[in-house]
């Protein structure tokens, strides 16, 4: 029974507990939804899975009237449509997978005031026709999901999502819910600026609050990739009555590795967006309803997936980024029980992911925040300290190292390196950056093959001067020194090794340079290309 006499706040959490039958509010949820109660425009910016639509959906019941719920994707949509009808709450949506007869019918129901919450897509809330026609009904709020969608600084900028910039002129009365897992501190800055409304002396009124990115039920490890059907046949098969998801590049691989998996008597399945559609939702539903299963999918599969006992989340390669990272490893363990993000990684996913997004365009600015967001993953596959510190950091939160990831369960063995940095960034500077890793470890190592004599490299001080290193550790500590920005990976120049501000910080002996020794694979098989 609801008091009226309750604080907006009181309010709220009564309904947590009657409509969906949770005690209390996680994270900051409570924060978000006091924060809109008081009418305030929010950005809320909280990990996957910790419960970003109840932030919105509260403040909709609370305020009566029409909330306006943006979001991309039809799937994620229905899902949440189905989700309310089934917590008995008004909730409908228009959209392209309904016929128009449907969408007709929805719309006379939201103009009769029968529905709380629409859900909508942003090129078809942004037509003059339907601003018009919702102009006239008693719009209280406006959520939108995927808010980060809105911003070019963001990893997955929607030319859609642009007009939403306008949505404050329209309905200057109700506060804005945006919602996002991408927590980058510019993308958080350009949504606010494009999204709240301004005061009248021209400043952005809202507020920004960020909920914490720690799951600290997950334990992280990384390790490099040797032979990835075996690791991953070892992992999975530890873990025999767990469900747990496997991540793949291709649609290709995911076969392949579901195929395999099979082979050794798992309950694995494939997914992925070109699998004909029914057998996509077999697999689902089998994944959703049976324990022990793994799915095998590429990141197509996950989003608005809500199963809470996914007890690990394995990357057969490096994702695209830390907030791509966060996101999918954030699938596993939703229980709050104990659960695992396990990666591998080798230096052909770097160069992978470096050329994907040169090869993605877009201008000089974009392409170098893209790949210092790749940086900060590599530099957490890499970490030499506890893991979740560098992933927070990330995210601007600071914790005291973690006990629960690889590092800091079984610390690296850390070896001075200083010397050996200098020399690479010596060989580099002396061949004019414009040489790759091979090149440069040659000369080093003092071989005498055509192409070292081709360039005269075999005439140069440094050319032998790294005899008692093997490749191996001078490939390990160039990834490290990549990974900590002393030497940077030019893909453009054909992963050509670049001098940074901080080789020459190393030069003046400003700063020192230490490395993992366990991160050196003598079998990793992966080559740069030549250059
Ligand atoms: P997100 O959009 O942040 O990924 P969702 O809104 O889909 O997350 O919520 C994830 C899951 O957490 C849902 O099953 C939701 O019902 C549940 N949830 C939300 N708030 C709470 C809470 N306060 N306590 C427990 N579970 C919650
Ligand atoms: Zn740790």
Same mark, same amino acid.
């Given at each position: 029974p609801m008091d009226s006499e309750a604080s907006p706040g009181e309010r709220a959490l009564e309904m947590l507990k009657t409509v969906y039958g949770y005690d209390q509010f996680r994270g900051r949820q409570a924060e978000v939804i006091d924060s809109l109660l008081e009418g305030k425009s929010t950005l809320a910016v909280m990990p996957t899975g910790m419960g970003k639509s109840v932030c919105f959906q509260i403040p909709a019941l609370l305020f009566g009237g029409l909330t306006l719920v943006i979001s991309p994707l039809v799937a994620l949509m229905e899902d949440q449509v189905m989700a309310l009808k089934l917590l008995g709450i008004a909730a409908d949506s228009i959209n392209s997978s309904r016929s128009r007869e449907e969408n007709v019918s929805v719309w006379r129901r939201v103009a009769a005031g029968e529905v709380s919450l629409l859900y909508i897509a942003p090129e078809r809330l942004m037509t003059e026709r339907m601003l018009a026609a919702l102009a006239k009904l008693p719009i209280r709020l406006i959520a939108i999901d995927e808010a980060h969608c809105i911003s070019r600084w963001g990893p997955s900028f929607r030319p859609d999502y642009e007009g939403l910039t306008r949505l404050t002129d329209f309905f200057p009365g109700a /506060?804005?819910?945006? @919602? +996002? *897992? +991408? =927590?980058? &501190?510019? +993308?958080? &800055?350009?949504i606010a600026e494009k999204l709240f409304p301004r005061t009248l002396d021209g400043q952005r009124d809202g507020k920004v609050i960020v909920s914490g990115f720690d799951r600290p039920n997950i334990r992280l490890s990384v390790q490099l990739r040797k032979d990835w059907k075996k690791q991953l046949l070892e992992f999975v098969e530890a873990r025999a009555e767990q469900s747990g998801i496997v991540y793949c590049l291709s649609r290709r691989k995911t076969e392949e590795a579901a195929e395999f998996l099979k082979e050794h008597g798992i309950k694995a399945f494939a997914y992925h967006a070109g699998m004909d559609s029914s057998i996509r939702a077999a697999h689902q539903a089998l994944f959703m309803r049976e324990s022990g299963t793994v799915m095998v999918a590429t990141i197509a599969f996950g989003m608005g997936i809500d199963k809470p006992d996914v007890r690990y989340v394995f990357h057969t390669n490096l994702p695209s980024n830390m907030e791509a990272y966060s996101q999918e490893i954030g699938r596993a363990g939703r229980d709050g029980e104990p659960s695992e993000a396990m990666m591998l990684y080798g230096l052909d996913d770097i160069r992978m992911r470096r050329s994907f997004i040169d090869n993605e365009g877009g201008d000089e600015d974009h392409l170098a925040r893209e790949h210092k967001r790749l940086d900060a993953l590599i530099a957490y596959c890499e970490a030499p300290t506890c893991r979740r510190q560098s992933l927070l950091s990330y995210f601007g939160e600071t914790i005291e190292p973690c006990n629960n990831c690889d590092v800091c369960l079984d610390p690296p063995e850390l070896k001075e390196g200083t010397a050996e940095a200098l020399s690479l960034i010596d060989v580099a500077e002396q061949t004019g950056e414009i040489f790759g890793a091979v090149q440069l470890i040659d000369i080093l190592r003092g071989l005498t093959h055509e192409k070292i004599k081709k360039y005269n490299h075999h005439t140069l001080p440094c050319h032998g001067s790294g005899k008692g290193t093997s490749k191996e550790?001078?490939? =390990?500590?160039?990834?490290?020194?990549? *990974? =900590?920005?002393m030497l940077r990976l030019d893909i453009q120049g054909h992963g050509a090794l670049k001098l940074t501000a901080k080789s020459e910080a190393l030069k003046k002996g400003d700063i020192r340079f230490s490395y993992r020794t366990d991160v050196m694979a003598p079998? &990793? @098989?992966?080559? /740069?290309?030549?250059t």
């Open positions: /506060p804005i819910a945006a @919602l +996002t *897992a +991408t =927590a980058d &501190e510019a +993308t958080r &800055e350009d550790d001078w490939r =390990a500590i160039l990834r490290q020194m990549v *990974a =900590a920005n079998s &990793e @098989l992966s080559r /740069p290309k030549r």
